[in-house]
């Protein structure tokens, strides 16, 4: 005859399948939400990249530190805008 688990002992097994269950997936969203998700990202990608071209261009003007630190802002601007919108993993 097979036991049944004490109630405690299940929700430990099951929780997190549970907790993943109740995740919002993408496809839970509606197509406005996704393509204005889109468009953000797009744009900030863009600006990430316009800035990144600036460090390129102007790069002998400052030194590698100054440089390196710059790149790492927008590395860390990406980031944050990701996490903000559910997009880091």
Not at 56 to 68: G, H, I, P, Q
Request: aromatic share 8%; glycine share 4%; no cysteine.
């Amino acid at each position: 005859m097979r036991q049944v688990p004490d109630f405690a002992g299940y929700v430990d097994q099951t929780e997190a399948v549970r907790q993943k269950q109740l995740e919002q997936l993408a496809f839970d969203q509606d197509s406005e939400t996704l393509e204005k998700q889109v468009r953000d990202l797009m744009q900030e990608l863009e600006d990430i990249q316009e800035e990144v071209r600036g460090i390129w261009e102007f790069r002998r003007d400052y030194s590698n530190r100054d440089n390196l630190m710059a790149l790492q802002e927008q590395k860390r601007r990406l980031t944050k805008w990701a996490m903000q919108n559910g997009l880091q993993s």
